[in-house]
């Protein structure tokens, strides 16, 4: 039997590569509940991170396209996009 690879599977690849950090699903999870945007700060004090540790992570949250970042002026407000995991991990955001 062959296995196919998908269109998709690459796109879930990246998906489950972001999120195999314990810091990227606590933010996931931070943003989603929350159903709000949050700047850059509240993320780093409500997760208790350092600024690099935050940026380092919302850089790979970002690249994979799970987070949306809109910029107004000096502040980076941040969203979670649920649009990726509806379509690559329905489900996922339910359970956190």
């Not at 540790?53 to 970002?62: A, D, E, G, V």
Request: net charge positive; charged share 25%.
């Amino acid at each position: 039997m062959t296995i196919e690879l998908l269109p998709a599977d690459q796109e879930r690849a990246k998906i489950f590569k972001a999120l195999s950090e314990v810091k990227r699903i606590e933010t996931i999870r931070y943003l989603y509940q929350s159903k709000t945007v949050h700047s850059c700060g509240d993320i780093e004090t409500s997760l208790n991170m350092s600024k690099s540790n935050r940026s380092y992570h919302l850089k790979i949250l970002q690249e994979v396209n799970l987070i949306n970042v809109e910029r107004q002026g000096q502040f980076k407000l941040i969203s979670v996009n649920e649009q990726p995991f509806r379509e690559y991990l329905p489900g996922f955001l339910d359970s956190l």
